[in-house]
């Protein structure tokens, strides 16, 4: 069982700290403002710019307090882009602790973080008819993945608190699942992460990172 404490980061925005691997969910320098920065304005919209009108599929790994997918609602929401947003999550945090977390009134649609936490486990859910939720309970170490998506969001732990994330063979896995074109970011940005990405062929780009963090990752999957 996980041990998880309610945290609240530089821009009032909340996460958690899992204290067995003394590791925050986001950073501490701004929850919200990370996840903004590296997944929705690095990837997501890079995605919907590269092609316009398409159907958007994203996969995330991993959901933890959904803010991700919840940030990806609202721009969902707000540029009329159509979503299929399959997240996956090995210990879904308990709701008891998600009802804590200030996202919904931070972020302006209370209604929608509370149907990214309603939405059923291990089922495909309209959301709106414009963004469909698949919340998966599977261990990205032991499952396979299944079809190809435009935007993979890497949020796992970092490479110093869970290393068996990182290595070559499961970066290998996931991005092997990018459509052409498609783009895999994180915040991480570790010299040996590039290396890998680099040898499978994609184009990886180095970019500014979120406050607190100079630098983070971006590969992309040429046409
Ligand atoms: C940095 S947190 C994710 C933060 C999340 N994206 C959010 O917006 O709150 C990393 C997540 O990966 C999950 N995780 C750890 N090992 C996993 C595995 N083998 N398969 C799937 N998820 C895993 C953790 O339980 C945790 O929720």
Known sequence: MESLQVITTADGSHSLLNTTLNETYHSVHGAIR???????DHGLRVAEQKQPGKNIRVLELGFGTGLNAVLTLIEAKRQ??????ETWELHPVPGS????L????ALGDEQ???AVHEAAWDNEVGLI???TLYKRRKDLLRDELEGSFDVIYYDAFAPSKQPEMWTQE???KVTSHLSPGGIWITYCAKGQVKRDLASFGLTVETLPGPPGKKEMIRAT???
Request: aromatic letters at 18%; a positive charge; zero cysteines.
């Open 34 to 40: 990370e996840s903004l920065h590296v997944f929705i």
């Open 80 to 85: 009329h882009l159509t979503v299929y947003y």
């Open 97 to 100: 602790l998600i009802s804590q």
């Open 102 to 105: 200030n996202y919904g009134n």
């Open 112 to 114: 929608g973080f509370k």
């Open 129 to 131: 008819p414009s963004f």
């Open 170 to 172: 499961v970066l290998r």
């Open 221 to 223: 999957l040429s046409h």
